[in-house]
């Protein structure tokens, strides 16, 4: 982990694009607070409100790389505002509506940046006209302050092939970029143009106009990033224990999906080489052995999760390990609910 | 929820076969003593000594339907076996003297079940023989007692043809019931022969020799199992909110598989009718809508989980509703690790 974080801050040492790690990669504050040590950071990115509130413990600038919506989720980031740089997306006039009522409501101001559909086909305004006419609003509506546009590239960051990632991402990108050059064209300030993640930081990094990637998974790594050609290391597992050995190619481990998901397929299995999840339901692994594999019942087996996100959004702790000894334990603050947790 | 309840226990009202709901589907106390008080109960079942640590506060009779394998668990067992009826599942000669070791060390009885595979082909000895081996050990070792047999026809339970179902399901209970049998021939105790869930439980309960159901699902439902001819009702919803409302047939909801998982597929809409999951990212719903659907961003959106058990493991309460009006708040107490929360 350490070297991915390094790895990271190096790339963008030289700049002018700076990194904005994203914290729903891993929800724990201690890891936000190495990556903003190593350097090379404008703030952290979070998904949600909750992940926001707990990292504003430890950092001044912070983007909710979504659209807040309800009065709940407004009215908490506009009291984060208060304290703290807070940007948000907005990609239509209710969202950025509400945002502004509840920023003017705290007495503070809330920075926003539109969010472009660059060809995901999730949240984001198509680029070109729609989205100088939200900037435009933004730029006149009191409580908030346009800081730039955003688009997130997320069906491209997972592509095998380095070529069709980088050609598909630089076209991606051109629609960001010259949508930031209609802003600055009618007047409008565009300081920030935010993209990538741990699959294009690279791509996207190095494109004039980008200013910001928001890379996440590459502090921890998992196995569908573990395809790609990106240099960063495996450095996160869970550690089951096998609970039965009924047959002679077969273990059964006591990590489930409740413990590593499987969105993006199965675990791997990190020894003994060649086996292989071949079922995961609630709580166990199922796994096929080679043949002669010497597993025995109370043995510790270590699985490689395919998903990062999801998997850390499954436990309220990690623990650091320094070659095989635990050195610390962290919690992974922002897991969850956060704001249930304190008033339960 | 309450209707389901009932009805559950009004099935196993006349006996002789009992229910021991699973704790694993809700890891909500309140539900617990809700199925509890509800009769028909000989106690809870549970998948991990975790939920037996939380679900030993309401019930003094807890079977964990899953193998404790190494020292902190089989401890952790122990002790809950000195204030308590605690009875695990066994399938190995290591795991039995496991257990037995940590409940001598504690100085109690742990009550344990030889663990049958009836085809699902995960955990469990095979039927016949084996199993009068391995429960004859269990009989002859001090700190434990054998209770009987259990057999988890988990690859039965999600059939959507009734007559496959209830076929497969009396080929898989026959084999359970006849090892009891051979148990009882050979002079052992098997007072115990535990199996069942929710798509199998008027099925394998009634058929003679099968003493308890670990049904859990039926108390909240799924939309896997509100595909099979069961009278339960769904009863879980998760309630999003509309973020980004992009184009005219497509809508974003809040609520991703960190709030609903898609291991049993993508979960469906309430209304607008005709609306459906079309990807389910991290913290997005993605939707697609009917035309002419009137969705705005704000609007709220109930969806209906497809896997009720890996879905609950995510939250941390759930809101009780009467109609549509909240009229509780309960902890998800025995989700995710409560034992590190305990201890951080």
Redesign the interface.
Same mark, same amino acid.
Do not use: M
């Given at each position: 982990m350490e070297r991915n974080i390094r790895r990271m801050a190096e790339f963008f040492a030289a700049g002018p694009c700076r990194l904005r790690p994203h914290v729903?990669a891993h929800k724990t504050p201690e890891i936000a607070r190495r990556q903003l040590a190593a350097g090379s950071c404008t703030g952290l990115t979070c998904?949600?409100v909750s992940e926001a509130e707990i990292a504003a413990e430890i950092c001044r600038d912070i983007l909710i790389a979504?659209?807040?919506?309800?009065p709940g989720?407004c009215d908490r980031v506009a009291a984060l505002a208060t304290r703290i740089d807070m940007t948000v997306a907005v990609?239509?006039v209710?969202?950025l509506d509400?945002v502004a009522a509840a920023a003017r409501r705290a007495g503070a101001t809330v920075g926003v940046l539109v969010d472009l559909?660059v060809g995901q086909?999730?949240?984001?305004?198509?680029p070109g006209g729609d989205t100088v006419s939200l900037a435009r609003r933004a730029a006149s509506t009191s409580g908030v302050v346009l800081r730039g546009l955003m688009g997130y590239e997320?069906h491209l960051v997972g592509l095998a092939d380095r070529a069709e990632r980088d050609a598909r991402t630089r076209r991606a990108m051109a629609d960001l970029v010259r949508t930031a050059a209609m802003l600055r064209a009618s007047g409008l300030p565009c300081d920030v143009v935010s993209a990538g993640g741990t699959g294009t930081y690279d791509i996207s990094g190095r494109i004039e106009g980008i200013t910001e990637i928001q890379a996440g998974s590459y502090v921890l790594m998992d196995s569908e990033y573990g395809r790609l050609d990106v240099p960063f290391e495996q450095a996160l597992w869970a550690l089951g #224990?096998?609970?039965?050995?009924?047959e002679p190619t077969?273990c %059964?481990a006591?990590c489930g999906?409740?413990s590593l998901?499987?969105?993006h397929g199965h675990p791997a299995v990190r020894d003994p080489a060649g086996a292989a999840v071949v079922?995961l339901?609630?709580?166990?692994a #199922?796994i096929a052995l080679p043949p002669h594999a010497r597993v025995? %019942?109370?043995d510790r087996i270590y699985l490689r999760p395919s998903h990062v996100?999801?998997t850390i959004?499954?436990?309220?702790?990690l623990y650091a390990l320094d070659g095989d000894r635990v050195v610390d334990?962290w919690?992974i603050a922002a897991r969850?609910?956060p704001e249930?947790?304190r008033s339960?």
């Open positions: 729903k998904a949600t979504n659209e807040p919506v309800g989720k990609d239509s209710a969202g509400e559909n086909a999730r949240c984001g305004v198509a997320g #224990t096998v609970i039965s050995r009924p077969r %059964v006591d999906h409740k998901t499987k969105d079922a339901n609630d709580e166990h #199922t025995q %019942v109370g996100d999801p959004n499954l436990h309220d702790v334990v919690p969850g609910y249930h947790r339960g």
